[in-house]
């Protein structure tokens, strides 16, 4: 049988002059008491709502009213800004993507050929560096090729330099190389096996029948996958402005703190930079479908 025994300051008068904690009463959930604040949020009327959502957005008109700097004042500075933004920016940008699509095409082809290859010493190898490079992020491997690779190189007397964009040019072509790669590799592997079979009884090589019979029907497959890289490749150009190469974002912020770091300025900028992009890369992704559908097999 349970005892209740007396608690001193309670039950009984306290055995010290100290303060003693009460026990307290929870008020159980979904009880009156409980539901006072939603039975206020729903009480209050729309008006209420309105007027307290019009006093926030008050709050930033105010103080963007106190500022003497305008958004026309912001565009007119873009406008200022956009020939040294587009010939010293964007045009990097083209640059470095275009020199890392060919150095990553030609060597992504060599590699996709090298896994296709019948002798392990070659595929094992060729199958270890695209996975690798395949799945590295981006800006890690930019981050390495720029402490990796020296500013300068030394023949004797003669000094080389190497400018930071061709730098962005080596980080970038090696992601590019493995995606190339699996390209041609998935592209290779799409083509019927019959066709290999054809080709042997006709007494052809190998090399005869994968450069006569099944690359000239992988290169309509391939177009598509490639173009489609491109795209990739020229908007990840960005990531460059992380390692100090002057391409569009880079120049766009110098040119924001040319102009005093005016907060109206972000906008109109990196909106700029943002439609520069859209209108480079929107007409090859419309051709890369396009194309898709044209190369499209016909079941």
Same mark, same amino acid.
């Given at each position: ?88 920016? +964007?045009?990097?940008? @083209?640059?470095?993507?275009? %020199? ?5 095409? =030609? *060597?992504?082809? &060599?590699?996709? $050929? ?9 595929? +094992?190898?060729?199958? @270890?560096?695209?996975?690798? %490079? ?5 800006? =890690? *491997?930019?981050? &390495?090729?720029? $402490? ?152």
């Amino acid at each position: 049988m349970w005892i209740k025994h007396p608690i001193p300051g309670i039950d009984k008068p306290a055995l010290t002059k100290f303060a003693v904690l009460k026990p307290y009463t929870a008020v159980p959930a979904g009880a009156a008491d409980d539901l006072l604040f939603s039975r206020w949020l729903v009480s209050t009327p729309l008006w209420a709502w309105l007027v307290f959502a019009l006093a926030l957005s008050a709050w930033p008109m105010a103080s963007y009213a106190s500022s003497t700097y305008t958004m026309s004042d912001a565009f007119q500075a873009l406008w200022r800004w956009i020939p040294f933004i587009v010939t010293g920016g +964007f045009f990097f940008n @083209v640059v470095i993507s275009f %020199f890392a699509m060919l150095i990553g095409t =030609v *060597l992504g082809v &060599i590699l996709g $050929l090298m896994q296709i290859s019948p002798l392990w010493v070659i595929r +094992f190898p060729a199958q @270890v560096i695209t996975q690798v %490079f395949r799945n590295s992020p981006w800006l =890690v *491997l930019l981050f &390495i090729v720029l $402490l990796a690779l020296p500013y300068e190189i030394e023949f004797g007397d003669t000094i080389i330099r190497i400018p930071d964009w061709m730098k962005a040019v080596f980080g970038l072509c090696l992601p590019i190389m493995a995606n190339i790669s699996e390209v041609v590799r998935g592209a290779i592997n799409s083509v019927p096996s019959g066709q290999w079979e054809a080709a042997e009884s006709l007494a052809y090589t190998r090399q005869q029948t994968l450069w006569q019979i099944i690359l000239p029907q992988c290169f309509k497959r391939m177009i598509p996958p490639w173009m489609n890289w491109y795209a990739i490749l020229t908007m990840a150009t960005p990531l460059c402005s992380l390692l100090g190469v002057e391409e569009i974002i880079t120049l766009s912020r110098q040119a924001i703190e040319a102009e005093n770091n005016k907060p109206e300025l972000l906008v109109p900028f990196y909106g700029f930079a943002l439609l520069i992009f859209f209108a480079y890369c929107y007409p090859i992704a419309r051709a890369t479908i396009a194309l898709e559908r044209r190369f499209a097999v016909k079941l």
